[in-house]
């Protein structure tokens, strides 16, 4: 069945650069849309960037354009989220998801069935 796995978080100051990788198994991502998506403690899932794998659409969150850059490796079933210039604002646990909704409505956190189990960003000043 569909599984994702997050990784790639740490410690950093802020300035710093990370690169979060979220792998794919059970899928062939055809018709499919994967984002990623943040959480703080004591706060809602907040979006961060999603990808449209067929045509590889992009859509970014306003607090992170910019700086942030989502990619794909379609032969390794990945999404890449390159994080720049790190801000301690960004501090949270990052969640990759999969869902098949309509694209007007990818930033609804609501709406994905499909997790990662998140990995932990923490960005200190």
């Known amino acids: 069945d569909v599984q994702l796995q997050a990784s790639g978080g740490g410690l950093v100051q802020a300035g710093d650069s990370l690169r979060l990788s979220c792998v794919a198994s059970g899928l062939t991502f055809d018709d499919y849309s994967m984002a990623w998506f943040r959480q703080a403690p004591g706060k809602e899932r907040e979006f961060v960037s999603a990808?449209?794998?067929?045509?590889?659409?992009?859509r970014y969150a306003d607090s992170v354009k910019g700086r942030f850059t989502i990619s794909r490796d379609i032969a390794k079933n990945t999404l890449y989220l390159q994080m720049n210039s790190l801000k301690p604002e960004d501090t949270a646990v990052y969640y990759c998801g999969l869902t098949r909704i309509v694209w007007s409505e990818i930033a609804n956190h609501k709406q994905y069935n499909v997790w990662g189990q998140g990995t932990q960003v923490t960005v200190s000043s």
């Open positions: 990808f449209r794998w067929s045509g590889g659409t992009t």
